[in-house]
């Protein structure tokens, strides 16, 4: 079930002019949603668009792991709050980014959670984005339903793994992007297959894919199918998110770079 209350749309910042708002969702937890927000927006950034990351996992955030920036590093001023910038350029705002330590936990109640997104997409400099990605967490609760009902998301795109009970988990979040009348841009299905370095053959470690019945069910097309490869894992663990270069996200990018450069209001439900 979800509220029916129409939300009002927070103002952004008078320095702000964001283009695009797309979101990366999954439902399930696990399936890569936040390595493949990171590697997105490297991508888009080679291509020359202005990229900024929201980090709306705030109890579970891994967006500044990828890219090596260190705990702390927002500051703020009366103008508002300036994100962390990472070697491409990319801007990026994080809950982990103003703890004293990466490893401190975030115990926040729904109320508190709801608040801090917003504040995020309100009282941040972002300046001029071409794109804001929305990294959002595992579930169609609070901090999800906060993102896609008070921030003008312009489209999402959905995350799953071969897994059956991924599909499962994916298939809510598609049916609760459906009742908010939100896009989907597409799917990804990560964790694909391994190639094999000896003799190129690929491999479903995970089982067979579940991915067209999530297609099916979104009415959405299959943009890519990324591997099981150890050493862009590394390089992303290693907080070198943006020496990985992935072709099969080509598909991803072109369609996000489709989306209107038009914000819209909060959906009804």
Known sequence: ??????????????????????????????????????????????????????????????IPHFFGLPAGGLRGSEQGILPATTRQGIRVVSTNLLLPEADQPVIWRGALISATIQQFWTQVLWGKLDVLLVDLPPGTSDAALTVLRTLPVNGVVLVTAPQGLSALVVRKAVHMLQTLHIPILGVVENYSYFRCPADGGEYAVFGASHAPEICEAAGAPLLARLPIDPQWCERCDSGRAEEVHLPELSAVVERIQQVEAVRTPPRPV
């Open 1 to 62: 079930m979800i509220a029916s209350a129409t939300p009002q749309l927070p103002k952004l910042n008078a320095f702000n002019q964001v283009q695009r708002v797309i979101a990366v969702m999954s439902g399930k937890g696990g399936v890569g949603k936040s390595s493949l927000t990171a590697l997105l927006a490297v991508e888009l950034t080679r291509r020359g668009w202005k990229t900024g990351i929201l980090d709306a996992d705030l109890t579970g955030p891994s």
